[in-house]
């Protein structure tokens, strides 16, 4: 929406679903409670969207969006290697505690549609592109690569992904594609075992276990 425009009904939507998704979560995502927050008939919101799953989809392609925007400004602000891949780690962290729910519709299990790539696989990957846009500095070029023929296909097309939102992470080697999506998993997993409370009696200095798992990594890939 350009800067003095009116919302479209469609922009109305996806306001009033991310609102009630910040309050009570995906799973209690209403589109006759939307519909009744904008004074539409429950029919209506059908007209600019098909499906629940599909408001669902559109923001979670925003929410991915928004966290790797978070992870970049972060790291954007620090100079050497190590410090950038630690502040988009902490910046990860502090996106999710502050969207939990928006943070659990991207990562848990959830009503997202991936058969639109465009709409799920790109938008996912842009969390993981932030990391090797750091990573890529890294001095460590003897990272593993793929054991098998079908994985390298796969690590070609996520190469080709990367490429497509940035043209500079077109010729990454395998072996650091590999690092980063392991370490996108951790960061990840990380974070989801926090908000779930599976560390209780375990850590209480979540962040300080953060910065270290990220640390490591750093060290792995010589940032």
Do not use: C
Not at 86 to 97: E, G, I, P, Q, S
Not at 158 to 172: K, P, V
Not at 180 to 194: D, K, P, Y
């Amino acid at each position: 929406m350009s800067e003095g425009e009116a919302p479209t009904t469609r922009e109305k939507l996806l306001d009033a679903a991310r609102a009630q998704l910040d309050r009570a979560g995906g799973e209690q995502l209403s589109m006759r409670a939307i519909a009744r927050s904008l004074e539409l008939s429950p029919g209506a919101p059908y007209r600019h969207v098909r499906s629940r799953e599909e408001l669902l989809t559109a923001l979670a392609a925003e929410a991915y969006r928004d966290l790797a925007g978070a992870m970049r400004r972060a790291a954007d602000q620090k100079i050497s290697g190590r410090e950038r891949w630690v502040a988009a780690w902490r910046a990860a962290h502090t996106w999710a505690l502050a969207y939990p729910n928006r943070f659990s519709l991207i990562y848990g299990a959830s009503a997202i549609d991936f058969s639109n790539p465009e709409m799920t696989t790109a938008a996912a990957l842009r969390v993981p592109l932030e990391l090797a846009r750091i990573a890529k500095g890294g001095r460590n070029k003897a990272l593993t690569g793929p054991e098998t023929r079908a994985l390298g296909v796969d690590l070609w097309r996520i190469r080709m992904t990367f490429g497509s939102l940035d043209a500079e992470l077109g010729e990454l080697p395998d072996g650091l594609i590999v690092s980063v999506i392991r370490a996108w998993t951790e960061l990840v997993g990380t974070i989801t075992l926090e908000m779930t409370e599976r560390y209780a009696g375990l850590f209480d200095d979540h962040l300080g276990y953060l910065d270290t798992v990220a640390n490591q990594w750093a060290g792995t890939l010589q940032l």
